[in-house]
């Protein structure tokens, strides 16, 4: 059988700046990635291989392994662009049978001249295996200008029976070019709304466009996925299914309204140091199962769950503990507070400069340990017995890197 | 035979709030002035050991501070051993002396509480503030105290319907109080609506529910109960000294509404005293934070859960009132000088117990309860005194 897309997903980040998704203060292509990734359905076979398209931070071969739960997977790394993501998707390694194999990509916003924003940022994942799914055997990549390189789709001639969804992502005069291009080939332009209703404020502009194809003919059900990055700062890529794809969007719905474009970092940045509540790095990396993926030791003795895991039960001692994340979604808010400038840690200036306030929460896990996080996004938007999930997030730079770690954004049955 | 207790027999404080003097001239005066108080006189080589109560806030001598207590107090070489559970440090170093006089290892050992903390730039004192809470898990969430203490006050509004006026009425007694006290950082009546209308620091909570950043040094001089008279008519006898502990991080305690530290602390300190809670005739609580009051009230079982707001905002804990709370003012209006504090309870027992208190004396008062809390409750200890 061959290695088909069996799922595919999209990250946007939570920031917005005119109509554009970007990145807020806390976000970056590792965490938009991390956050398509777990965007995906379930699957219970093993990732053995991942591959990062893109410019991902020095740390990611590691990091992306930790927060995925999957040390044994091997991480290779590809120059961002979608004509890169195209190659990536199309080379099919070995991979075995009985695991999975994943494509993560993203990129930031792009900043042209004068600091002007060209495009927003966005991640995609996608999960490879065998079994039913999105072939890529009719895939073609076709530069449309030397000066604009661009992956595009070349119809094959007796292309399929059925209405054809395809999804453009990318900058907006990029997602227009396209769609000049596939309306030549006999596709008919679309919109599609830049989040789900009620999770954010509608843009003025669509930053994505759907692009339908008139129905040919008859036959089974096909459809269409297609990605466009701004990951060489400018390019879209899509390809042809002969499947079905199940195909998901993470959605932050702590949407931060930005006043200029994301900031970079600078190497000073990353030298910010604590003083006191030092966390060395060999702590910081010891604690990142429970901090990333919420590992908890599930008492083989007496059922109790000990948050974050020690190796034995907190309650009863016994040490026949299995390691068992908690739910990512459905933690219920016990206590929560504002934390006003001037009342943070010194660690967290650079978030009170950026941001102003922000919100912290103890909230309570469908299994029953409990956690405090920072709310990610704009203060004062998540209350008591609220429902949060908790997503990866830029903390704060220590020892020269980013420190990530899980913040909570109003969860999907929340009223708030 | 009774088991031997031992007494305060001697007691000084300087001056709580932003002060010139550096931490050993703090030490000093606060040792002179113990020594002088000592009706009869002790000479200072009787003092076989010391216990200093400090956090070593801001890194100044965050190591073998106890050797700049040996030189400042002129002790010798009697041993001192430095004490370090956060707010409760001082707490803890009392009771480490009772412990010494009550186990008839020493009849002689001097307490001494300690904090310098506005000499730092403001944002070396924000590192600070927050060192001794759980650093792993509340500290890269972005809590300092002010955050943890009104994560608590948010579960208790939530658990009891906790109105905000109660908390005010906490600060505006304590502040009201601190006017009594010459000793006291603030000596400023304020009203509720000016606590209500504050800058919040951590919502609930506003700049008037938040305890300052303090210098200041206390010192105690303990004595055995067999031979306290011989210093002193009226000793103050420690007649219960309980301590407890709790985990470090609020998310990993049985409840957010109840300090579990200070429950173990207080059965402790009761379970061989002469008296009951209905003997206790005033308390000095850790009022770190406005919620902070309330939860000890009920923590140390004079209010029911959720009965503490009831009993402050109908004036029950006022001077004057059934039970007055905090009559120095607390650490909310008289100032906490971290490592400082707990001491500086102890010698409000000392002097009300004694009936020298002046303006703010509890008329009467011959039993009292001091309690003493360490970060946001992963330490506590409850002392009782008794005129002897
Ligand atoms: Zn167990």
Redesign the pocket.
């Known amino acids: 059988m061959p290695v088909a897309v069996l799922h595919a997903s999209v990250a946007r980040p939570s920031g917005r700046l005119g109509p554009l998704a970007v990145e807020a203060p806390d976000e970056d292509v590792f965490t938009l990635a991390v956050a398509a990734a777990e965007a995906l359905p379930p699957e219970s076979r093993p990732v053995t291989r991942v591959d990062l398209v893109g410019e991902f931070p020095p740390e990611s071969e590691w990091e992306i392994l930790e927060a995925l739960g999957t040390p044994e997977a091997s991480v290779h790394r590809s120059p961002p662009g979608a004509a890169h993501l195209l190659e990536t998707l199309r080379s099919h390694p070995d991979t075995p049978a009985a695991g999975v194999r994943l494509v993560l990509a993203g990129d930031v916003s792009a900043l042209g001249p004068g600091n002007r924003l060209e495009h927003g940022a966005l991640a995609v994942a996608f999960r490879l295996g065998d079994g039913p799914g999105l072939s890529f055997s009719s895939i073609a990549s076709h530069a449309t200008s030397p000066a604009t390189p661009s992956a595009r789709l070349r119809l094959p001639a007796a292309h399929g029976a059925e209405p054809t969804p395809l999804l453009l992502l990318g900058s907006e005069a990029r997602v227009a070019s396209a769609a000049r291009d596939a309306g030549g080939l006999g596709y008919a332009p679309g919109i599609v709304p830049h989040a789900p209703p009620g999770t954010g404020p509608a843009p003025s502009t669509p930053t994505a466009v759907a692009l339908r194809a008139a129905p040919p003919g008859e036959g089974g059900p096909i459809e269409f996925v297609l990605a466009a990055l701004g990951a060489d700062r400018d390019v879209y890529a899509y390809g042809r299914s002969t499947g079905r794809v199940a195909w998901s969007e993470a959605l932050s719905s702590a949407t931060v309204a930005l006043a200029a474009p994301p900031v970079r970092d600078t190497p000073a940045d990353l030298d910010l140091r604590a003083e006191g509540a030092y966390v060395p790095r060999p702590r910081y990396v010891e604690n990142l199962p429970s901090r990333w993926r919420l590992l908890a030791d599930h ?1 083989g ?4 769950r000990t948050f974050p895991s020690r190796g034995s ?1 907190q ?4 040490a026949e503990v299995a390691p068992e994340p908690l739910s990512r979604v459905g933690w219920i808010v016990e206590a929560v507070t504002t934390v006003r400038p001037g009342a943070q840690p010194t660690e967290f200036d650079r978030t009170v400069g950026l941001a102003g306030a922000y919100s912290v929460v103890v909230a309570r896990s469908p299994e029953g340990p409990r956690a405090t996080f920072q709310v990610a996004g704009p203060s004062g938007t998540v209350a008591l017995g609220a429902s949060v999930v908790p997503v990866l997030r830029r903390l704060y730079p220590m020892e020269g890197e980013w420190r990530y770690g899980r913040k909570a954004i109003s969860g999907p049955n929340s009223s708030g | 035979m009774a088991r031997r207790r031992a007494t305060v027999v001697g007691a000084g404080h300087t001056r709580f709030g932003v002060l010139p003097d550096g931490p050993r001239a703090l030490m000093r005066q606060a040792v002179d002035a113990a020594f002088r108080s000592v009706d009869r006189g002790v000479d200072r080589s009787r003092v076989e050991e010391a216990f200093l109560g400090t956090l070593g806030f801001s890194g100044w001598q965050l190591g073998n501070a106890s050797a700049a207590l040996a030189e400042e107090a002129r002790i010798g070489h009697a041993p001192v051993t430095r004490v370090e559970n956060a707010c409760a440090s001082a707490g803890f170093a009392l009771r480490s002396g009772v412990r010494a006089i009550e186990s008839g290892a020493r009849d002689v050992v001097l307490v001494v509480g300690l904090e310098k903390m506005t000499d730092s730039p403001s944002a070396h004192r924000r590192y600070w503030l927050g060192v001794s809470g759980d650093t792993e898990w509340e500290r890269l969430a972005g809590l300092t105290f002010a955050g943890v203490y009104a994560l608590m006050a948010s579960a208790h509004m939530a658990a009891h319907g906790t109105p905000p006026e109660a908390l005010a009425a906490v600060a505006v007694k304590n502040h009201a109080n601190g006017t009594k006290n010459p000793n006291a950082q603030f000596q400023k009546v304020i009203t509720r609506e000016q606590v209500l209308a504050a800058p919040r620091v951590a919502d609930p909570l506003g700049l008037l529910d938040c305890c300052p950043v303090s210098d200041g040094a206390v010192a105690l001089i303990l004595a055995g109960d067999d031979m306290a008279r011989t210093l002193t008519d009226t000793p103050v006898a420690v007649v219960g000294a309980g301590a407890g502990a709790d985990a470090l991080a609020l998310q990993e305690r049985d409840s957010l509404t109840q300090l579990a530290a200070t429950r173990v602390a207080a059965a402790e300190a009761f379970r061989h005293a002469p008296f009951d809670r209905t003997g206790v005739q005033f308390l000095e609580v850790h009022d770190c934070f406005t919620i902070a009051e309330l939860l000890a009230l009920e923590d140390l079982g004079f209010a029911d859960p959720g009965g503490a707001a009831a009993m402050t905002l109908e004036g029950a804990t006022a001077l004057g009132g059934r039970l007055p709370v905090n009559p120095d003012g607390g650490l909310k209006a008289k100032g906490h000088p971290i490592g400082a504090s707990g001491a500086s309870q102890a010698y409000e027992a000392f002097v009300q117990l004694r009936g020298a208190a002046g303006a703010r004396q509890v008329v009467g008062a011959e039993r009292a309860l001091t309690h003493n809390v360490g970060g946001s409750g992963a330490s506590a200890t409850v002392t009782l005194f008794e005129r002897m």
């Open positions: 008492c003795a007496c059922g109790h039960c309650a009863c001692g016994s």
